[in-house]
């Protein structure tokens, strides 16, 4: 799932990191539970469990 939500870079921490063939892949998690997975391509962002958005 991607988003546009920007996470507080200070309330990230990154719980996995390694190389690939096409670069460094980082797993973080924000403090609000949500996860973000970073490639040098994209930021790629999920929600927590249970936070439901409607428009």
Known sequence: MHSR????????????????????????????????VRTAHMVATTRPRGDVRRG
């Open 5 to 36: 939500h920007v996470h507080d870079p200070l309330a990230l921490a990154v719980v996995s990191s390694h190389s690939t063939s096409e670069g460094v892949v980082s797993y973080l998690r924000c403090d609000c539970g949500a996860w973000e």
